[in-house]
């Protein structure tokens, strides 16, 4: 069985974070079986100071899971019709937080039951949400097998294959939407 990433690994700077959870693996179970995806794409939003960050407004109701303890998942409603995965990083008190924008299917032997032959990439925050049936439920919940999401240790990926752009979606947020902090695992 692989190692499950605990508060330890999440409590750490958040590109730090964003960086090493490319390659290690989003799990769901759904009912019986478990689902394991590889993580390829995330963004990293950083501190009050982050014009891109929802936390850059201040604390709100929405947003209280990013001050929180670092591990647990921060999911919030966008567009009045998506459902936005992000794990909560850093020291409590900070607001910071990795989302997952992307996970690969490929050659996922540790899928289960039918979904084994499954491949290809799942690429989009909302189309991962809707795939794994992820929702409100699991908001300001830690990352664990109890509570059916959690991320597991994968193998370490060499810096030469992360791609660092701009995060997708933010132009509101003036020269902060030009800021390399999207990390994409190159094929």
Known sequence: ??????????????????????GCFLCRKL????????ITEVEAYDGPKDKASHAHRGK??????MFGEAGRWYVYFTYGMHWMLNIVTGPEGYPAAVLIRSV?????????GSLAS??????????????????KRFNNRKS????????????????????????????????????????VLRE
């Open 31 to 38: 009912g019986k079986k478990i689902i394991r995806l590889q």
């Open 118 to 135: 499954t491949e290809g990439k799942i690429s989009g925050p909302a189309r991962l949400t809707k795939f794994l049936q992820i929702d």
């Open 104 to 112: 690969s299917r490929r050659s996922q032997a540790s899928f289960c």
């Open 144 to 183: 664990s097998r109890k509570t059916g999401l959690w991320i597991e240790k994968g193998r370490q990926v060499s810096p030469k294959r992360i791609q660092h752009t701009p995060r997708i979606g933010v132009a509101y947020a003036e020269s902060w939407a030009k800021k390399p902090y999207r990390f």
């Open 1 to 22: 069985m692989a190692k499950d990433l605990k508060r330890d690994f999440f409590n750490r700077p958040t590109f730090r974070v964003a960086r090493e959870l490319l």
């Open 60 to 65: 709100t109701a929405r947003n209280a899971p």
